[in-house]
C-alpha cells in the first residue's frame, strides 16, 4: 500500500466527521466573531509550534534509541545540556510571551462592554450613526427580545441590518443562561437581577442559530432562536410586519411567556409595556414587588447626602439611568 493511500485512509474517518459541519467558529460572517477567531487561529498555531516539535521529537527518540539500533550512542553517565536547557526553556517561555500579549490586546480591544469603532475590517463607524438598540431576556425556555427604539418585541427571532453596530443588554427572568450566536459574537452570560452588554455587528446578510450555551433545565436544549442579518430594505420590512401583528405585551401576557415551556414558535409584538425590560432586571413584575433599585435606595437613604437619595441606584442593580421608553408604534424608523 503506498503511503498517498495510506494517508488518505487514516484521514478519511475525520472527513466524514466534519463532512456536514459549517465550521462558523473559523469563518463567521460577523466582525466581531471574525476577529476572535483570528485570535483563537493564531494561538493555536502559535502553541502548534512547541506540540508539534514535541511530538515528532518523542517519536524519533524513540525509534533512534530502539533497543535493536546498535549504532545508537549509549551514554549513561549524561546529566546535562546547556544548548538543549536552552531550547527546552526559551522556546516555551516566547510562546507564553506571545500567546499572553496576543490574548491581553486581544482581551481588550473585544471587550462586550466597549462600543465599536470598526464594523468592518477598514470600515469605521460613520459619524452620527447611533446602534440598534435591543434588549434581551432569557425566559424558560424561550428568548424575548425587545426594540426599544421601534416599541416592538419578538420572541425567538432577532433581526439586524448588516453593516449597523448593535448593542444588547441583557438580564434574565429567572436562571442563568448564557447568550450564544456563533456567527455573530462570543457568548455572553444573562443572570437574574443583574445585567451584561454586549457590541456586535452582522457583515453578510442571512439567517444564523442562536441558542443557549448554559445548562438551564431540562428544556434548555430547545432554547434557539434564529438570528436574521438583513439589509436596511428588508430589515424595515420585518420591523413593519412586526408592527402589523397587533397583539401587545403586557404583564398577562408576559406572565404567560415566563412559564416553562418548549419548543415556543416566532412570535410578534407590536407594542410592549413601557419600562418591562427594567421591571424584569429589578425584579419587579409581579403585583406587589419592590424594585431592586427602591430597595436599595430605601436602605441606604440614612447614608446618603442631601439631595443625593438613590443616586447610583442604577449602578448598582445593574441597569442603566438612561431607561429607553418605546417608540410610538407609528413612529417612523430610526436610521
Known amino acids: 500500500m503506498t503511503v498517498k493511500r495510506l494517508r488518505g485512509l487514516l484521514l478519511l474517518p475525520l472527513a466524514l466527521l466534519l463532512g456536514g459541519c459549517h465550521l462558523v467558529l473559523l469563518d463567521p460572517p460577523g466582525d466581531v466573531a471574525r476577529q476572535q477567531s483570528d485570535i483563537m487561529i493564531v494561538t493555536t498555531i502559535i502553541i502548534a509550534l512547541i506540540i508539534v516539535p514535541v ?59 466597549r462600543p465599536l469603532d470598526r464594523v468592518a475590517p477598514g470600515q469605521p463607524v460613520a459619524a452620527g450613526v447611533k446602534p440598534l438598540e435591543v434588549d ?33 443588554r441583557l438580564t434574565s427572568d429567572e436562571m442563568m443562561d448564557s447568550f450564544f450566536v456563533p456567527a455573530l459574537v462570543g457568548q455572553v452570560y444573562t443572570m437574574p437581577g443583574m445585567q451584561t452588554v454586549l457590541h456586535a455587528v452582522i457583515n453578510k446578510p442571512g439567517t444564523y442559530p442562536g441558542f443557549s450555551a448554559n445548562y438551564s433545565g431540562v428544556g434548555f436544549t430547545d432554547m434557539r432562536f434564529k438570528f436574521e442579518g438583513m439589509n436596511r430594505q428588508d430589515f424595515d420590512r420585518w420591523i413593519a410586519k412586526a408592527r402589523d401583528a397587533g397583539t401587545g405585551l403586557d404583564l398577562k401576557v408576559y406572565d404567560r411567556l415566563r412559564q416553562p415551556e418548549r419548543d415556543v414558535p416566532v412570535q410578534y409584538f407590536a407594542r410592549f409595556e413601557p419600562g418591562l425590560y427594567t421591571r424584569i432586571l429589578e425584579r419587579c413584575v409581579d403585583p406587589g414587588e419592590t424594585c431592586m433599585s427602591a430597595t436599595m435606595s430605601d436602605a441606604h437613604a440614612g447614608d446618603a447626602m442631601p439631595g443625593m437619595q438613590g443616586h447610583g441606584m442604577h449602578a448598582a442593580t445593574g441597569a442603566l439611568a438612561d431607561d429607553r421608553t418605546p417608540v410610538p408604534a407609528q413612529a417612523a424608523p430610526a436610521h
Do not use: C
Request: no cysteine; proline share 8%.
Open 55 to 113: 511530538m515528532i521529537a518523542i517519536g524519533v527518540v524513540a525509534w533512534r534509541y530502539r533497543a535493536s539500533n546498535k549504532q545508537a550512542t549509549y551514554d549513561p553517565d549524561w546529566d546535562h545540556s546547556p544548548q538543549l536547557e536552552l531550547v527546552v526553556w526559551a522556546a516555551p517561555l516566547l510562546i507564553i510571551i506571545a500567546v499572553g500579549a496576543i490574548s491581553w490586546i486581544g482581551t481588550h480591544q473585544l471587550d462586550p462592554y
Open 136 to 168: 434581551v431576556v432569557s425566559l424558560r425556555w424561550k428568548w424575548l427580545f425587545f426594540y426599544p427604539q421601534y416599541g416592538i418585541a419578538t420572541v425567538n427571532q432577532l433581526a439586524a441590518p448588516v453593516d449597523v453596530p448593535i448593542r444588547f
